[in-house]
C-alpha cells in the first residue's frame, strides 16, 4: 500500500503538478500526503530514510537539487512532535487512529506539516534572508494551494469504504 | 565504548536525519556555485525516458500554434534569404563553419523556480556538449549544461546563476544578462554605462563578446531603465521575446572556435 502510493504520488506531484504553474509560480506539492498518510506506528528510521528518498527522487526530477529532500526529511523528524502538538498525549497509544480524530485536527496536522514543509523549502531555494517576502509570498500562496489540492486528494482516496 | 554505543542507539533518529540533512544541504550548496554543475539532474536515463513519454503526448495539444510559430520564423528566414540575392551558393565543407547547428526538442521546462533548468531529448550521441547555446525560434534559451547519452540539461536564461553577454542592437555597448528570480517575461541587463543613450522599447540581442553564442540574436526589448546604486551603470529590465511557458522546438548552436577562446581566456585569468 506505501509502496503503491509512493510511486504514484511521485508520478503525480512529477507529470501533473509541478507543471500547473497557477499564476507562474504555485506548484502544489502534493507528495506531503504520503508523509500525511504513513502508519503512525512504523519504525522512524525506516519513515525518515524514505522521506528523504521520496524528496530526493523528486528533486532529480524536477531539477531542484536536493531542497525537496531537504525539506520532506525535516517533516518527517518533526512529525511526531507535530503530532503531539495537534491531538495530545493520546496518539502514542495503540489504539490511535488518524480517522478518529476530528476534522479540524486532521487538516490541523496536514496545514503544519505543510507549512513547516514550505518555510524549508522556500528559504532553501531562495538562500537569502533579503527576499524574505518573496520568501513569505511564495510560502503563502503555494501554501495554500497544496493544502487545498491535498485536502481534495485526501477526501477523494480516504480509506474508509461506507 | 558502551555509552558511546549508548548514546548512539538513544539518538539514532535525530542523527539520522543530521546525516540526510547535511546530505541535502551540501548538494545544494555545492550546486549553487557557479563552476560546479549539477550532479544529479533530470538529463538521466529514467526521467528522461519519463519526461519524453509524457511530452510525446501533450505535445499534440499544441502542434498548431507549434507549427505557426515555426512557420514564421520561416518566413523571416526567406525574406532575409531574398533581399540578400548574392547568398545562392552555400559552402559545401561544414568543417569551414564557425557555427554548427543541431535541433532539439524541450521534454520538461519549468520557470517558477529561482534556478530554472530545461531538458532536451538530445545528447551526446548526436553530438551536444557542455558550453553549447540553446535558442528558440523567437530568442534565446540558455547554455548547455550537462550532457548524458541521450539527452541534455540546459541552465534556462530564468536561472540565477545564468549570465550572457548581450548588448543593445546597431551599437557596441554590451552589459550581461542575468535573472532576478521574480518575473519569467523579465531578465535584467547590467553595466550598460550612463553615457549611452536608451529608449524605451529598444532592441537587445546577444553581444559579440560571447564564445557561444553568434552576434546578434534577439533577446528582448527594454521595459524600464533606472541608474543603479552607483549611479554609473544602468540597471534594465528586459521583456523577453521568447515566451518562457511554452516552448517546444529549439536549435543548439555549437561555435567551433568556443573552446579555443576559452581556453585563451582562461590562460589569461590564471595569469592574473
Known amino acids: ?23 507562474g509560480f504555485i506548484n502544489p506539492m502534493v507528495y506531503i500526503l504520503f508523509l500525511y498518510w504513513y502508519p503512525i506506528k512504523e519504525n522512524r528510521t525506516a519513515f525518515i530514510s524514505i522521506s528523504f528518498l521520496l524528496g530526493f527522487i523528486i528533486d532529480i526530477f524536477s531539477d531542484t537539487m536536493a531542497l525537496h529532500a531537504a525539506s520532506s526529511v525535516t517533516i518527517a523528524y518533526l512529525r511526531p512532535a507535530i503530532m503531539r502538538f495537534v491531538f495530545g498525549v493520546n496518539f502514542e497509544f ?20 505543510i507549512i513547516t514543509h514550505h518555510l524549508l523549502f522556500f528559504t532553501l531555494e531562495i538562500f537569502s534572508f533579503s527576499n524574505l517576502l518573496i520568501i513569505l509570498k511564495k510560502v503563502v500562496f503555494t501554501g495554500a494551494a497544496t493544502l487545498v489540492v491535498c485536502l481534495l486528494l485526501r477526501t477523494l482516496f480516504s480509506v474508509k469504504k461506507e | 565504548m558502551q555509552q558511546i554505543i549508548n548514546f548512539i ?7 539520522l536525519y543530521l546525516f540526510f540533512m547535511i546530505l ?3 548538494f545544494t550548496v555545492q550546486s549553487r556555485s557557479y563552476h560546479r554543475s549539477m550532479v544529479f539532474n533530470s538529463a538521466n536515463y529514467i526521467t528522461g525516458s ?6 510525446n503526448i501533450s505535445n499534440y495539444f499544441n502542434l498548431s500554434s507549434e507549427n505557426q510559430k515555426l512557420l514564421e520564423e520561416n518566413k523571416r528566414l526567406r525574406k532575409a534569404l531574398a533581399n540578400h540575392p548574392g547568398i545562392d551558393t552555400i559552402l559545401q565543407d561544414t568543417s569551414q563553419l564557425k557555427y554548427t547547428i543541431t535541433t532539439a526538442q524541450i521534454i520538461k521546462n519549468s520557470y517558477a523556480y529561482p534556478n530554472n533548468y530545461i531538458t532536451l531529448n538530445k545528447g551526446s550521441k548526436q553530438g551536444l556538449k557542455q558550453d553549447m547555446g540553446v535558442i528558440s525560434p523567437e530568442g534565446v534559451l540558455g547554455i548547455v549544461e550537462h550532457t548524458t547519452a541521450n539527452f541534455a540539461s540546459v541552465q534556462s536564461i530564468l536561472n540565477s546563476k545564468s549570465t550572457i553577454n548581450a548588448k543593445i542592437k546597431n551599437t557596441s555597448y554590451f552589459g550581461s544578462l542575468t535573472w532576478d528570480g521574480k518575473n519569467y517575461n523579465v531578465v535584467q541587463l547590467e553595466d550598460i554605462p550612463r553615457l549611452v543613450n536608451l529608449n524605451i522599447g529598444d532592441t537587445i540581442v546577444t553581444g559579440a563578446m560571447s564564445s557561444i553564442f553568434p552576434e546578434d540574436i534577439p533577446i528582448g526589448t527594454i521595459q524600464k531603465f533606472d541608474l543603479n546604486e552607483s549611479k554609473s551603470f544602468y540597471s534594465i529590465d528586459v521583456a523577453l521575446f521568447n515566451d518562457m511557458t511554452n516552448l517546444r522546438n529549439v536549435y543548439v548552436i555549437l561555435n567551433t572556435d568556443g573552446p579555443e577562446i576559452r581556453e585563451l581566456e582562461s590562460k589569461i585569468k590564471n595569469e592574473q
Do not use: D, G, H, P
Not at chain 1, 480524530?101 to 506539516?113: C, D, K, P, S
Open chain 1, 1 to 23: 500500500m506505501n509502496a503503491v502510493r509512493f510511486l504514484l504520488l511521485i508520478a503525480v506531484q512529477v507529470l501533473v503538478f509541478n507543471k500547473l504553474n497557477f499564476f
Open chain 2, 24 to 26: 541535502a544541504i551540501s
Open chain 2, 50 to 55: 519519463i519526461y519524453e513519454k509524457s511530452s
Open chain 1, 94 to 113: 495503540q489504539s490511535f487512529k488518524l480517522s478518529n480524530t476530528t476534522l479540524v485536527q486532521q487538516i490541523t496536522f496536514l496545514a503544519l506539516l
Open chain 2, 9 to 15: 542507539v538513544r539518538y539514532k533518529t535525530t542523527l
